[in-house]
Nanobody, 126 residues
Framework: QVQLVENGGGLVQAGGSLRLSCALS????????MGWFRQAPGKDREFVAA????????YYPDSVQGRFTIRRDNAKDTMYLQMNRLKPGDTAVYYC???????????????????WGQGTQVTVST
């Protein structure tokens, strides 16, 4: 069994930064591709970033490319999302996700993931 716990959400002014973390526990002896998604009220869940187990491969949608950075520290079983130059449109509940995968692979769609965190709220004010 795998558990994911997000931390680091909060309220920030537009143009500011936040760093989210996602701690993975349970079957940490496996290799997991991981990712971040977000969901704003009344909207579908949106892909934000993905990273392979070895950290060498990452992927971002255009909406966050150049502003957000995903990375992971497998020694700590933790993934991070550094969010810079935040905009009000980034306001959402942010979820981390994981799926057991080859160390080089990334997963870019929600249906590929098998484990999800409970989410953390990010609010960007004007």
């Amino acid at each position: 069994q795998v558990q994911l716990v997000e931390n680091g959400g909060g309220l920030v002014q537009a143009g500011g930064s936040l760093r989210l973390s996602c701690a993975l526990s349970g079957r940490t002896d496996r290799t997991y591709a991981m990712g971040w998604f977000r969901q704003a009220p009344g909207k579908d869940r949106e892909f934000v970033a993905a990273i392979s187990w070895n950290g060498r491969n990452t992927y971002y949608p255009d909406s966050v490319q150049g502003r957000f950075t995903i990375r992971r520290d497998n020694a700590k079983d933790t993934m991070y999302l550094q969010m810079n130059r935040l905009k009000p449109g980034d306001t959402a509940v942010y979820y981390c996700a994981a799926v057991e995968a080859h160390p080089e692979l990334i997963a870019g769609t929600a249906d590929q993931y098998t484990h999800w965190g409970q989410g953390t709220q990010v609010t960007v004010s004007t």
